[in-house]
């Protein structure tokens, strides 16, 4: 079966540009995490979307938002980016919710860079 | 609230073993670790539930001491497709999934 989907893999934006991310999970999965992965901070969790709704949220300023579609699929807006947004971002794909007793599956992520 | 992983780093030789260790502040319902690679996605490795169930796809032991809020990760006789950086995630009741800082494993021929 086809994997968690994110496009694009790679972006450039200028500082002040706002960006939106996708996430394609794999059919049946209801739930779709986001993550943050810098360089030697691990992966920072950002938020956690099921059945469309926000679940869970992590210690991230206001300019990141998300939100889930019908079909699951999810989508990240960052506004006003900030050089320090740069950074992979990945979901994850879940049967339910995270933290429990399924595993999640990790799109291969979209590379941000902003300049 | 992040778990604390240690080491941060370890580099072995082929054969050798290691200990990933992962403890939260939180009460736990379960622990979940995951290997990525470098340019690559994280991928599951096992989750550990209270009560003892694991789930899991490799031939890697791991433990879970509830009351210590701790697991370990056991790498045994480690081969080359070892290497990488293991992340633990802890489960709580409110399925909030924060992972650890990451230990980076390097195993060497």
């Known amino acids: 079966k086809a994997g968690v989907t994110q496009t694009p893999r790679y972006l450039i934006k200028t500082r002040g540009q706002q960006v939106t991310l996708s996430c394609s999970p794999i059919s049946g999965h209801r739930s779709v995490s986001w993550y943050q992965q810098t360089p030697g901070q691990g992966l920072q969790f950002l938020f956690e979307y099921f059945s469309e709704t926000q679940r869970n949220k992590g210690n991230f300023p206001g300019r990141f938002s998300g939100r889930q579609f019908s079909n699951s699929r999810s989508e990240m807006n960052v506004s006003t980016l900030e050089l320090g947004d740069s950074a992979l971002y990945l979901c994850?794909?879940?049967?339910?919710?995270?933290?429990?007793?399924?595993?999640?599956?990790f799109g291969q992520g979209t590379r941000l860079t902003v300049v | 609230q992040q778990p604390v992983q240690s080491p941060q780093a370890v580099i072995l030789r082929e054969g050798e073993d290691a200990v990933i260790n992962c403890s939260s502040s939180k009460a736990l319902y379960s622990v979940h670790w995951y290997r990525q690679k470098h340019g690559e996605a994280p991928v599951f490795l096992m989750i550990?539930?209270?009560?003892?169930e694991q789930k899991g796809h490799e031939k890697i032991s791991a433990s879970f001491n509830e009351k210590k809020q701790q697991s370990s990760l056991y790498l045994t006789a480690s081969q080359l497709s070892y290497s990488g950086t293991y992340f633990c995630?802890?489960?709580?009741?409110?399925?909030?999934?924060?992972f650890g800082a990451g230990t980076r494993l390097t195993v060497k021929p």
């Open positions: 550990l539930l209270k009560g003892g």
């Open positions: 995630g802890p489960g709580h009741n409110n399925n909030d999934m924060r």
């Open positions: 994850a794909s879940s049967l339910a919710l995270q933290g429990a007793d399924t595993e999640a599956f």
